[in-house]
């Protein structure tokens, strides 16, 4: 509204829960009961309703630090209507909460709805706000020392009293006395749809369900395919919201942000990269540390022309007494399976006949020199029984000259 030349957001965030709830106290029941039927259902589909989502209810921001906001509209609609459909969904969130953000020592906000992460956080106003009003919603009259009635909320969960309003500031009192009778009247807005919620929420009790997912064209990169040397792959972690920070000794660190992400989908899929690249670190640092390899022939002036190369998680690994000595030839195609992954270019070179395999890396001028050697992961099969190694781009330019002065070089 203040600034007309800026740029629209494409998402919602979560404290539009609270906007049923205002509705409610104006009398606009029925747009009160749809809005709010719509963000039960954002609800039920990811668990909490995410920080963000987008309008057709993905996910924007992941986060949930366990808001009060929806439970109020929900507690206010209840006192509204009198409907018990309002009670179960107390009673969903109740559960909810029980079951995903309880911790020994309290309530954990969920730093993403996804994965379920807990935050080491508990807002002070899950206590004073989110509690208060699941409370409120399932206490009896009864068992309540005030008349809620004669006090309205403020946004902070604070008890105001209704009379504050008579008070004023004027050293003379002009009003007719006939307004004060008009009081209880003017503090309703008597509206008969509170009286058949339900048919407000059936034509749109599928509503988040019926939003067909946006489904993208593009291939995602997976962690098990990712390669440090390959500018694609760079450019594609890029547009996820991935940073890489290099610690030297070959190690990179991986850096995810919604916020850096080209668009949400990308964010999405930073995000499950970035999962598969954790579980693909533990499985890698649960199996023995692997050495660096070596692809080594005999120059004609009789020295020893040696190549660093990089081991393979899916194949045989050679210790230093171990080594294959065999006639050096080169695959046709030359891609073998053109874009398939190492293991897949390994299993069909075995199927062919091989006893060993080199992988040479397609990115120009890369070489062991300057880029981090890394060992290439496989698919979690162990069906490949030969090595496999790998050779960045302008070391394996060495080899193949070799191989193509010398057809028979081993």
């Known amino acids: 509204m203040h600034r007309p030349h800026a740029k629209s957001r494409n998402f919602m965030d979560a404290l539009l829960a609270f906007w049923p709830g205002l509705q409610v106290l104006t009398g606009d029941l029925k747009p009160a009961v749809q809005t709010h039927e719509m963000l039960y259902q954002v609800m039920q589909m990811h668990t909490f309703i995410p920080e963000a989502f987008t309008f057709d209810f993905q996910i924007h921001w992941g986060q949930h630090p366990l808001r009060p906001e929806f439970i109020e509209s929900t507690y206010f609609l209840y006192k509204a209507t009198g409907d018990h459909y309002y009670l179960q969904v107390g009673k969903k969130v109740l559960r909810t909460l ?15 709805v996804r994965t379920g992460k807990h935050e080491d956080r508990m807002d002070s106003f899950v206590l004073s706000e989110t509690f208060k009003y699941l409370y409120l919603l399932f206490a009896d009259d009864s068992e309540l020392i005030l008349d809620l009635d004669d006090f309205i909320f403020t946004t ?20 007719d006395e006939d307004e004060y009778h008009m009081l209880d009247f003017m503090r309703s807005c008597p509206s008969p749809n509170k009286l058949f919620p339900n048919t407000v929420r059936r034509p749109i009790r599928d509503l988040v369900t019926g939003v067909c997912p946006r489904v993208s064209s593009n291939k995602r990169l997976r962690a098990q395919d990712f390669q440090v040397s390959n500018a694609d792959h760079l450019r594609t972690v890029y547009d996820m919201g991935i940073t890489m920070v290099s610690l030297g000794e070959g190690k990179v660190q991986l850096l995810h942000s919604f916020y850096n992400a080209k668009s949400p989908e990308d964010a999405e899929r930073g995000l499950l990269f970035m999962q598969e690249m954790v579980e693909l670190s533990k499985q890698q640092a649960a199996s023995p540390t692997m050495q660096l390899q070596a692809v080594f022939f005999k120059k004609p002036d009789g020295s020893y022309e040696i190549l660093k190369a990089g081991p393979s998680h899916f194949s045989p690994e050679l210790t230093d007494d171990q080594s294959v000595h065999q006639k050096a030839v080169l695959a046709e195609p030359h891609r073998l399976c053109s874009d398939c992954t190492f293991i897949e270019k390994a299993r069909a070179a075995q199927k062919g006949g091989a006893l060993a395999v080199i992988i040479i890396d397609n990115t120009a001028n890369t070489s062991s020199d300057n880029q981090p050697m890394f060992a290439m992961s496989g698919d979690g099969k162990d069906d490949v029984t030969i090595p496999v190694v790998f050779l960045f781009s302008a070391d394996g330019a060495i080899l193949k000259k070799a191989l193509q002065d010398s057809p028979d070089l081993e």
């Open 98 to 112: 029980q079951q995903h953000a309880k911790v020994p020592c309290g309530y954990a906000a969920v730093n993403d």
């Open 156 to 175: 902070e969960a604070h008890l105001l009293p209704l009379s504050l309003g008579q008070f004023t500031n004027a050293t003379m009192d002009f009003k």
